[in-house]
């Protein structure tokens, strides 16, 4: 061992990092190569007791590898956050279908199934706002803000259904119009 080198191996060995042998050995090769050899000490070639340093091999993940790696509180997120997008495309495309002209619009029938089932949705949001206002005027106090959100909530509801009742009986009329205008007979104009 040459004087440059029991001086770093000196320093190095009082480190955190330096306690194991394998990387003190590793430390000792650095240094090693780093002195710069003088006239008395001949160029040295790495011998086979300490063959160089492998390289850091790096894995790569498949897309199955990585699917295989979720825990099942990662698939929950997932799966919430497909269907809020699920909901957003579907909130999307109710918006982007007032815009689609000359795309083909529900017929009568479809019109008045739908019509048909929001009026059932209609009655039983009347049913829970009446609950809801039934429970904030026996609630105790420290629970009168959560049943008042509800009420909210619930009247809410009951105010977009009526919306879509509204405009889904207006496209029914709509409807109706083009049919009557054919069956009534045309009136001669008076001169």
């Keep these: 061992m040459g004087p440059y080198l029991s001086v770093i191996t000196a320093k190095c060995r009082g480190a955190a990092y330096c306690a194991t042998n394998t990387q003190s050995s590793n430390i000792r090769q650095f240094a090693a190569s780093l002195i710069v050899p003088t006239q008395e000490q001949a160029p040295t070639s790495p011998s086979p007791l300490n063959p160089p340093a492998a390289a850091h091999k790096v894995k790569v993940w498949t897309n199955e590898e990585l699917v295989a790696t979720r825990t099942p509180a990662d698939i ?94 207006e496209h029914l009329q709509e409807l109706g119009k083009p049919q009557a205008q054919i069956n009534a007979p045309s009136q001669p104009s008076p001169n």
């Design 76 to 169: 929950y997120i997932f799966q919430k956050e497909e269907q809020a997008a699920a909901l957003i495309v579907a909130g999307f495309r109710e918006i982007a279908s007032c815009f689609a002209f000359g795309q083909p619009e529900g017929n009568t029938e479809e019109t008045q199934k739908a019509i048909d089932a929001t009026l059932a949705s209609i009655r039983d949001s009347e049913e829970a706002v009446v609950q809801a206002q039934r429970a904030v005027s026996s609630a105790p106090d420290n629970l009168k803000l959560r049943d008042q959100m509800e009420l909210a909530q619930r009247t809410a509801e009951l105010n977009h259904a009526r919306e879509q009742l509204w405009k889904l009986q």
